[in-house]
Nanobody, 126 residues
């Protein structure tokens, strides 16, 4: 079992930055690929970013060039640096861990991930 806890969310003005953190306990994250998803009110949960066990990264088109996913295996942490935030980035953000190996479009499917955090609110004001 892996427990994931997100932190770092909050309220920020458009154009600002936030860094989300996700702390893991129970097992070492080095055995998992990691992802960030988000869910806005009235919308389905959507993929944001993924980092493989070897550090290969994938991003949703909406996140490319603005968001950066990273991992620190020594600290059992995964991060999402979000820059140039827009009001449409407002959502609850979730980190997730996947035991299976995947690449390409497959990393976008929520069903790939075995463990999820409880989510954290990010609100971007205009």
């Amino acid at each position: 079992q892996v427990q994931l806890v997100e932190s770092g969310g909050g309220l920020v003005q458009a154009g600002g930055s936030l860094r989300l953190s996700c702390a893991a306990s129970g097992r070492t994250l080095s055995s998992y690929a990691l992802g960030w998803f988000r869910q806005a009110p009235g919308k389905e949960r959507e993929f944001v970013a993924h980092i493989s066990r070897t550090g290969l990264t994938y991003y949703a088109d909406s996140a490319k060039g603005r968001f950066t996913i990273s991992r620190d295996s020594a600290k059992n942490m995964v991060y999402l640096q979000m820059n140039s935030l827009k009001p449409e980035d407002t959502a609850v953000y979730y980190c997730a861990a996947a035991g299976a190996i995947a690449s390409g479009a497959a990393v976008q499917y929520s069903g790939l991930y075995d463990y999820w955090g409880q989510g954290i609110q990010v609100t971007v004001s205009s």
